[in-house]
């Protein structure tokens, strides 16, 4: 674990022993030196309670009045507490008889913390085994002894500053070695020596990077915390230069109501590439970074309000700018969700290969995540079932029933989430077989709200289904059926489930009790004032919409002269102010279209139609 060649720390955390030798050799101008070493590489010097406490004594030897070490540094010291029970744990992790003092480990605690939120973390200790420790548990962070710290400070300070923490240095490395030498009979010598001698030669400094040309991950990250309202070191805001300004709109992306999004957007990018035209390569790639994640949502957004509302050509386009956007920064989540939904797109417009291919991808990208596989395995399964693939279909039912068995509760939340994206897309005979293994899954671990959801779903779909997908629906439950297995009184649960299905299902195929030949109040029929639209039937210049109530089930309200577009690859709910009349269907369409009355309105204008916004995506 030594000091790599091309690291460049944003923390030291600092041992007792480097402030000793601060204390003996430390000249007048040392702390200014210090701090203005660590301004200018955006390094701050860090410690914990523990460090205090052994220094506390010890004095500046070569200042006048030979001030308190503390009182000396205290404005250049960052002191972070360390709660007793992660030095217990680490103490633990490393082994009592080779584990370091308490104070040694809080500083491990620290240096571990620190690197695991992203900054580049040196432990600077002559302790060597502190070193070798961390080496054998994998600690995250590198190590130098005192006099590499002090040598690392002198080539990236002021160069005022060099000459007189050079000589600091050497002083302290002679006063190393010689300690070293002393202990030749406690400890591996040699082992020490070339880790001082390593750690020295390792860490001679890489050139500069030009501000213009950061291409750092750092400073993406800088300037996407910026563009957050996140506090960010001054020298990085300075090497970003213009790109805070000409970025920070599009973090009000997040922000901007669903209605306005979309010409949002558009001045937001106009904007941004007005800005970065002028700006050199290598920082508009910073940017570009930047930017992606919040670009990607906004994308991805957007192509779920078209996919609801029916639109999915450019629900795929808006998909696949989120994907690229999520490239851009490796978000595997995001990724994922892209190529789902642009999947289900694809499935939407009866694409089916390209539909399994994106699905397929998407578990990909699921299994690395360990999320949501079951849905992506099962949308594949269907996806080359629809292509007439059995073989592949067959084998991602059996990987999903690998997913499924022993994780039922969960495997019922994601199972629900594809069956609901189904429905959303106009699918309702693949939402059915999909709903129907959620359930079973709901019922084998007896969650009642979730059951109750999923049996509302259903039926739901059930009552989309028209003659024509009868075959289909056969053919996929013969496939879906294997997802899940279930036995004994959760079996006997479920097919009661199913047995209440079927006669609500019965129930609402018959004819309303009431017909009204004269005008009445909406809600003396539609208490809850709206209907989900199922499609439409155009007769002529008329259209009869195909509506669904979870208290009615199936109702046509006849629209003459409308001009109200209805897709059955969305979902809409329609909301009704006007009195209406109600009357029995004909026949032909109560077998077609499960339809239980006919409703006529006084005032077709009052109509109010919108999509149904997705719970779940």
Not at 415 to 433: D, F, H, Q, W, Y
Request: proline content about 5%; hydrophobic content about 40%; glycine content about 6%.
């Amino acid at each position: 674990m030594v000091l790599a060649r091309s690291m460049l720390p944003s923390a030291w955390v600092v041992d007792s022993n480097c402030f000793i030798h601060l204390g003996s050799h430390g000249y007048p101008e040392l702390v200014k030196d210090l701090a203005s070493a660590c301004k200018q590489m955006g390094a701050q010097l860090h410690v914990t309670p523990g460090v205090h406490d052994e220094v506390s004594t010890v004095r500046m030897q070569k200042w006048k009045g030979k001030p308190r070490l503390l009182d000396a540094m205290k404005e250049i010291l960052v002191t972070t507490s360390i709660p007793g029970d992660q030095v217990k744990g680490l103490a633990q992790r490393i082994g009592e008889n080779a584990s370091p003092q308490d104070v040694d480990l809080s500083l491990m605690v620290l240096a571990t913390r620190m690197a695991g939120s992203g900054e580049e973390v040196v432990l600077v200790s002559d302790d060597y085994k502190m070193t070798t420790t961390g080496q054998r548990v994998h600690l995250p962070f590198k190590t130098c002894p005192p006099s590499t710290f002090i040598q690392r400070l002198s080539e990236l300070g002021p160069k005022s500053t060099r000459p007189r923490l050079r000589s600091l240095s050497r002083k302290v490395r002679s006063e190393e070695m010689r300690y070293a030498i002393s202990r030749a009979g406690q400890y591996d010598v040699q082992s020490k020596l070339t880790w001082m001698i390593d750690s020295l030669l390792q860490s001679k400094v890489p050139p500069p990077i030009p501000e213009s040309a950061p291409d750092d991950s750092s400073l993406v990250t800088a300037l996407r915390r910026h563009m957050a309202g996140e506090r960010v070191k001054k020298s990085r805001l300075n090497a970003l230069g213009s790109l805070t300004e000409i970025c920070a709109p599009v973090q009000e992306l997040l922000a901007t109501p669903r209605e306005e999004l979309a010409s949002a957007l558009e001045v937001t990018m106009v904007n941004l590439g007005i800005g970065l035209a002028p700006v050199k390569e290598e920082l508009g790639a910073i940017a570009h970074r930047a930017v992606a994640p919040i670009l990607s949502r906004v994308e991805a957004a957007l192509g779920l309000m078209a996919k609801e509302a029916g639109d999915h050509a450019t629900a795929r386009r808006n998909l696949v700018r989120s994907l690229h956007h999520a490239t851009l920064v490796d978000d595997d989540e995001a990724e994922m969700n892209a190529l789902f939904h642009l999947g289900l797109a694809d499935l939407a417009s009866d694409k089916f290969q390209r539909s399994a291919e994106l699905f397929e991808a998407a578990a990909a990208e699921a299994a690395r995540l360990k999320s949501s596989e079951t849905r992506m395995v099962l949308a594949a399964a269907i996806a080359r079932q629809l292509e007439g693939t059995e073989d592949a279909a067959s084998k991602h039912v059996s990987h999903a029933h690998s997913l499924v068995e022993g994780n039922e509760s969960e495997a019922a939340v994601e199972l629900e989430k594809l069956g609901e994206s189904l429905l959303a897309i106009g699918r309702p005979v693949l939402a059915i077989e999909v709903l129907d293994e959620a359930l079973e899954c709901a019922t084998e671990v007896g969650d009642v709200e979730l059951s109750i959801r999923l049996t509302e779903s259903i039926a739901r779909s059930q009552a989309a289904v028209t003659g024509d997908d009868e075959i289909q629906l056969q053919r996929m439950r013969s496939l879906l059926d294997k997802v899940n297995s279930i036995g004994g009184a959760a079996a006997e649960n479920f097919a009661a489930e199913l047995q209440a299905l079927e006669e609500r299902k019965a129930w609402q195929e018959e004819p309303l009790d009431e017909v009204w030949n004269d005008w009445q109040p909406s809600t003396a029929l539609i208490p809850q004032g709206s209907l989900e639209v199922l499609r439409g039937v155009k007769q002529d210049d008329s259209m009869l919409l195909i509506c669904y109530s979870p208290d009615l089930g199936n109702l046509g309200l006849w629209l003459p002269d409308s001009d109200i577009e209805a897709n059955d690859a969305s979902r809409h709910e329609i909301i009704i102010s006007s009195r209406v009349k109600v009357a029995h269907p004909p026949e032909a369409l109560k077998n077609e279209h499960k339809v239980r009355g006919i409703v006529a309105l006084e005032d077709v204008s009052s109509l109010t139609i919108k999509p149904v916004e997705s719970t779940r995506d």
